[in-house]
């Protein structure tokens, strides 16, 4: 892997955004982990994540230009870039090839 190790908690952020498509924000990818993980995710935590994950480079964020019926409030739209597409690649790549030949110890048979 390049100079962008993932921790798990990125990792999962980064996929759900993946899963959400791109100019989502903080509440959907929260409930995104929660479903796809089973565990509770706090928005705080997603939000940290992310602003680490921007000064990485491996998302990018804007304003939402609307406020329509959510008032003056606007939301900070999150994107995955390239590099952090890239990034996911390559962590997949890494994990795959430390999962291989390990189902045999997992499983009991050895």
Known sequence: MGRDVLGGFEHQILLSILRLGNDTYTVPIVLELEE??????APAAVYIALRRLEKKGLVASRLDDATGARGP?????????????????????????????????????R
Do not use: C, M, N
């Not at 796809?36 to 995710?41: F, I, P, V």
């Not at 890239?86 to 390990?102: C, F, I, M, P, Q």
């Open 36 to 41: 796809q993980t089973g565990r509770e995710a």
């Open 73 to 109: 409030r606007k939301r900070r739209l999150v994107s995955i870039t390239p590099s952090g597409i890239e990034t996911l690649s390559e962590s997949r790549k890494a994990l795959v090839t430390l999962w291989d030949g390990v189902e045999e110890f997992l499983d009991g048979t």
